[in-house]
């Protein structure tokens, strides 16, 4: 039994960094993530899978389209890091807050602004349909098929 809790805690203690360093930093724990849901691999989607991150900024009216591969059940934070490694002309920053995970804040050199109330809106496309993500890059595992968006905007908040 106390083995089991200590395992446990060990486990969990890894989950806010899952995908740090990149596609191989979690593998080892994804055999625990995969819990047999339909896009899982037991489902016969095992291994890498094409995907394209998309990054937007309505001010410079810029739209530059990304491909790059995603392993299944891969952070989104480990397949941005993947594209930067594997392609020069996309590069992005981030803070690791101890609350709340990690924060983009700057793609491509552009970075937000709460002077001028500019961020990196994170969104996820399916077929038609664009939702903003309701987590953040650590915790959000991209499906085959999906369109990530880096979407830099203004918000009406002043913080």
């Known amino acids: 039994m106390a083995l089991t809790v200590i395992s446990f805690l060990c486990f969990a ?6 995908g740090l360093g990149g596609p191989d930093d979690c593998s080892a724990l994804l055999p625990f ?4 849901g339909p896009d899982d691999c037991s489902a016969g989607n095992q291994g890498p899978f094409s995907m394209e991150v998309t990054v937007t900024n309505k001010f410079a009216k810029t739209n530059i389209t990304y491909s790059t591969t995603a392993e299944v059940g891969m952070p989104m934070f480990g397949v941005l890091n993947h594209l930067h490694k594997t392609n020069n002309s996309f590069n992005y920053t981030y803070i690791i807050y101890d609350t709340y995970g990690i924060f983009v804040n700057g793609v491509n050199g552009v970075n937000g602004s709460t002077e001028n109330n500019t961020y990196w809106q994170l969104l996820s496309q399916k077929g038609s349909t664009i939702k903003p993500l309701s987590v953040g890059i650590s915790c959000h595992i991209p499906k085959k098929d999906e369109i990530f968006i880096m979407n830099f905007t203004t918000s009406s908040c002043h913080i």
């Open 13 to 18: 203690a890894l989950l806010p960094f899952l």
């Open 33 to 36: 993530l995969r819990l047999g």
